[in-house]
């Protein structure tokens, strides 16, 4: 019990002791002033015993974190490091660049590193759109190879300093059966990317968050040429999109080989990429220059630029000698010229002779 209410226990028992005394009976103001000290001690009284059995227990609480100590045998960095780390929205230096302290080992430094990129990574495969760095849309999609083509559009500011050449167009890799329930979910979906350390260098790469699953976005830079899944193959290097079929009209000449080019449109030679009548040519004499590939035999590169190419990586039907040319020779013009992958050579031939025709369409 408190002093507080053992003074008013005194109180209630001296002033109830006076009311009631036969002594001051007599004494109507001293019994009526007693009656009353000993009313209102008997209130207070009451009123303290309820405040104390409303408090809380006064077992110990533990304590908050600002209050923890570090034991004196431990350095202080020790017990930070079992906090969490809180990154503040939109400081993604503080992921990607943080800075080792003076008192911190590098081998605690990259874990925290990793523990760090774990973190981000986290927030992007929940979807987590304040860490959206753009908009991804889906193009085409080949279900031999399970390839979707992609379009970004980098919207972010702040992903720029951190993935150096920012790409337009890349490949995902999914299955026919999920790629198909993507696509009918809409072609727009939000652009992320994921990071990992990778022999303690900071590596970086677009992804498209599906139902908390991150799908990489292969850099398209990477190959040389991309199926559209269409009947067109995109060269990378300079932009055109040729004929997939490399060998749809078989030998022709010159002049008829320019009317083959320009009349092709979609649903002719395995196209169904909506192309009309007009859009489609034959490549010039610089443009065969640009594809040969000297390195391997035939002189024409694989999809991914690393090797010979092979029937279906990425064209069909490619033949080793003479593809036409839609250059003339400028002083000999009843000659032009056409490409032979077999030397990886350009030479000019006469305009009435036959040769294969390989349309191609974009810019000249």
């Known amino acids: 019990m408190t002093i507080k209410l053992f003074i008013l226990a005194v109180l209630f028992v001296i002033s109830g002791g006076v009311a009631f005394s036969e002594y001051f009976k007599n004494h109507k103001f001293i019994s009526f002033l007693a009656t009353a000290i000993a009313i209102i001690a008997t209130f207070y009284l009451f009123q303290d015993i309820y405040d104390d059995l409303k408090q809380p227990s006064s077992s110990p609480q533990p304590p908050r974190v600002s209050e923890v100590t570090p034991p004196e045998d431990s350095p202080l960095e020790e017990v930070d490091r079992r906090l969490p780390t809180k990154i503040a929205k939109g400081d993604f230096a503080a992921y990607f660049q943080p800075k080792q302290e003076m008192f911190e080992p590098t081998a605690d430094f990259q874990a925290r590193r990793h523990q760090l990129l774990q973190q ?159 859009m489609w040519r034959l490549p010039s004499k610089e443009e065969w220059e640009a594809m040969i590939d000297k390195k391997y035999q035939p002189t024409l590169s694989n999809a991914a630029g690393t090797g010979p190419w092979k029937e279906g990586d990425a064209f069909s039907g490619v033949q080793s000698y003479g593809y036409w040319s839609s250059t003339s020779l400028a002083t000999v013009t009843y000659y032009a010229w056409i490409v032979d992958f077999d030397r990886g050579l350009v030479n000019a031939d006469g305009r009435t002779n036959t040769f294969y025709v390989w349309p191609l369409r974009g810019e000249q």
Not at 154 to 170: I, M, N, R, T
Not at 177 to 182: D, N, P, T, V, Y
Not at 210 to 216: C, N
Not at 254 to 269: D, E, F, R, Y
């Open 120 to 278: 981000f990574n986290h927030e992007v495969k929940q979807r987590n759109l304040d860490y959206q760095a753009g908009i991804l849309h889906l193009t085409d999609y080949n279900a031999d190879t399970q390839l979707f083509v992609v379009n970004l559009y980098w919207q972010a500011d702040w992903v720029k300093p951190f993935l150096g050449e920012l790409q337009s167009k890349g490949l995902v890799k999914i299955g026919v059966k999920e790629a198909k329930q993507i696509y009918n979910e809409g072609r727009e979906k939000p652009l992320f990317i994921t990071a990992s350390l990778n022999d303690n260098q900071l590596e970086i790469q677009g992804a498209m968050v599906e139902k908390g699953r991150a799908y990489s976005i292969l850099s398209i830079l990477s190959y040389r040429y991309i199926d559209n899944g269409n009947g067109t193959v995109t060269d990378t290097r300079t932009g055109l999109i040729w004929l997939t079929n490399a060998n749809c009209f078989g030998y022709q000449d010159w002049k008829t080989a320019l009317q083959s080019a320009a009349n092709l449109a979609s649903g002719q030679c395995g196209l169904r990429d909506g192309s009309r009548r007009g």
